[in-house]
């Protein structure tokens, strides 16, 4: 047994920290975190969901097995539930310790019996519950539970992604009893291990929580508690100014970053680098003419990512070109691999006669698109407006109808919609974790372009159990090729994730994901 492993992934990230404290500082106790979420959770059910608006104001109310730690270029994953982890030279048995003395928000004592159903739900989950992450935990053969410290996970294949999920921040640790009683509890009381217990939710308003006195940690949480605060994007500048909220953890623009660091100088701190999650264009193929790989193929051979990129990246979100992977990752095609396929050629003229013959061919010279999108500003309202002007150019005609989250999570669950913006975004460079959106229905709870392409299945399937790193690169690599050039989901840009919060927010790391590092057990205020 291994005491609290810690695996660095810092060769799959760099960042450029513009401003970030120096030296280290004594934490202090107190206070109440305002921050502002420019978005409404979906559903409180951390299983179900695929979005920040969920992490940012739930997740601190719960723990995970494992967990994400440190800062942008240092990430690491140790023990959150766990105390200590164990894999079988063979790969197939992962055996987890746990800690004692753990108690849930009712009172009720943390045992080995609330991983194992917790897992179960995710894998397995019955009939009326929403598992988004069903497809990255099929491996999972058995969990067995020989005391109420330590739960044992047997696979059914090598799954080289393994460690990743056990520290996902989507997988909150439920309580056995409660989901006995009722297997969707979370979507109605929000009751975890946390550190924060959650008080109240103002729907339209606020979601506030306080500290849970009972916490592991003895010494944390160091704040009294939090206030949640749901904005639109463009309101973040003026309430970051005003004193209205200390942070906003999701990111700003260039521009936004510039206006506060002009207002408020040395009272802000900024931190930037690359983001695991980009805009994604999905198609609904059960729709036609959308099942018409030339119409799919026409849409993306429309946009002009590159000059897209350069113009977009000085006034929203995105940027970066790529495929299936973040811009400079180690899983990434090579630029002159990714510009052979559909959409990413440099010529936009030549790509642009491609698609309009592609479209003559299919049938559909005139075609008429209904594009269902967010109304989160950034980057999803100049992504969206992006699109439908790319299309324009090659006579495509768009409704571009923006949505609530609530509803545009309808129209991708309930198939209402022709075109959705949606993501990549997940919390790790990993092809396991950033497959799922792209896979069939048949294996996958967030496949919502509704394919069922299985070549997409047995690839994703094979590179997860692939051992030799050469090999499973291939693997990788031929599964991007053909998603991009199959366009059930088209990237358009990634993302660059610029930070900044009042100076007085303490014990905040920058990560490449806006997932992770969102629990608040070291987040402080200097005040």
Same mark, same amino acid.
């Given at each position: 047994?291994?005491?609290?492993v ?29 921050f ?15 979005? *920040? ?6 997740a ?13 270029d ?9 105390e200590?982890?164990?894999?079988s ?6 055996? *987890?310790k746990?800690?004692r ?12 019996e ?11 989950p ?7 992450r069903?497809?990255?935990h ?11 410290y ?13 460690l ?6 989507f ?6 009893a ?6 969707k509890y979370?979507e ?22 306080e ?10 949480p160091?704040?009294?508690?939090y ?23 999701? !990111? ?8 506060l ?7 802000v ?35 002009d ?7 977009l ?6 940027k970066?070109?790529s ?6 990752a ?12 559909? !959409? ?8 642009r ?17 209904k ?20 299309w324009?150019?090659?006579?495509v005609?768009t ?9 545009w ?7 209402? *919609?022709?075109?959705v ?13 950033? *497959?799922?959106?792209l896979?069939?229905t048949k ?7 509704r ?5 997409l ?5 094979l590179?997860?159990?692939?051992v030799?790193?050469?090999?499973r690169?291939k ?23 610029i ?15 806006h ?5 608040l ?7």
């Open positions: 047994m291994r005491p609290k810690a695996l660095s992934f810092a060769a799959l990230f760099a960042v450029a920290t513009l401003t970030s404290p120096a030296v280290a500082q004594t934490p202090k106790k107190g206070g109440i975190l305002n502002a979420v420019v978005a409404e959770p979906p559903t409180t059910d951390c299983h179900a969901t695929t979005t *920040f608006a969920m992490v940012h104001p739930v601190p109310q719960y723990s995970t097995l494992l967990q994400f730690t440190g800062p942008h240092n990430q690491k994953i140790e023990g959150d539930l766990a200590s982890w164990d894999v030279k063979d790969g197939l048995t992962y055996t *987890f746990l800690r003395g753990v108690k849930f928000h009712d009172g009720s004592d943390f045992t080995s609330d991983i194992k159903a917790t897992y179960e739900r995710i894998k397995d019955v009939e009326g519950v929403i598992s988004a069903k497809a990255q099929q491996d999972i053969a058995s969990i067995e539970t020989p005391d109420p330590t739960v044992i996970f047997k696979l059914s294949q090598v799954n080289m992604s393994m990743l999920h056990f520290a996902s921040p997988n909150c640790v439920y309580s056995a409660k989901l006995k009683q009722n297997p979370p109605t009381e929000v009751m975890g291990t946390g550190a924060f217990k959650f008080v109240e939710y103002v729907k339209g308003a606020t979601w506030t929580a500290r849970f006195k009972d916490y592991f940690l003895k010494d944390r160091y704040l009294d508690g206030k949640a605060i749901f904005v639109r994007g463009n309101v973040v500048v003026n309430g970051l100014r005003g004193g209205q909220y200390d942070a906003e953890f999701r !990111g700003r623009t260039p521009q936004e970053r510039d206006q660091v002009a207002a408020m100088k040395d009272g701190t900024v931190q930037e680098g690359p983001w695991v999650t980009n805009i994604l264009l999905t198609f609904n193929v059960e729709k036609k003419p959308f099942d018409d790989i030339r119409v799919r193929q026409a849409l993306t051979l429309a946009i990512r590159w000059g897209g990129g350069e113009a990246g000085k006034v929203s979100l995105i970066g070109v495929g299936a992977f973040r811009p400079g180690s899983w990434s095609l090579s630029t002159a691999e990714l510009e052979k396929l559909p !959409g990413f050629g440099r010529d936009i003229n030549k790509s006669e491609e698609a309009k013959r592609l479209l003559k061919e299919a049938g559909h010279p005139n075609l008429k698109v594009l269902v999108n967010r109304t989160i500003d950034q980057p999803f309202t100049p992504a969206g407006i992006y699109a439908v002007d790319q324009k150019r090659i006579g005609e409704e571009h109808s923006q949505v609530e989250t609530k509803l999570y309808d129209a991708m669950n309930n198939g209402t *919609f022709d075109v913006v949606q993501n990549i975004s997940d919390f790790a460079d990993d092809p396991t974790s950033q *497959f799922n959106t896979l069939s294996v996958s709870g967030i496949a919502y372009s394919h069922t392409d299985t070549k299945d047995d690839m994703f399937a590179q997860s159990k692939t030799d790193p050469a090999e690169m693997i990788v690599n031929d599964f991007e090729r053909y998603a991009l050039t199959q366009a059930y989901n088209i990237p358009l840009l990634w993302y660059q994730r930070v900044v919060n009042n100076k007085k927010v303490k014990g905040w790391d920058l990560p490449p994901s997932f992770v590092n969102q629990n057990v070291n987040v402080w205020l200097d005040q």
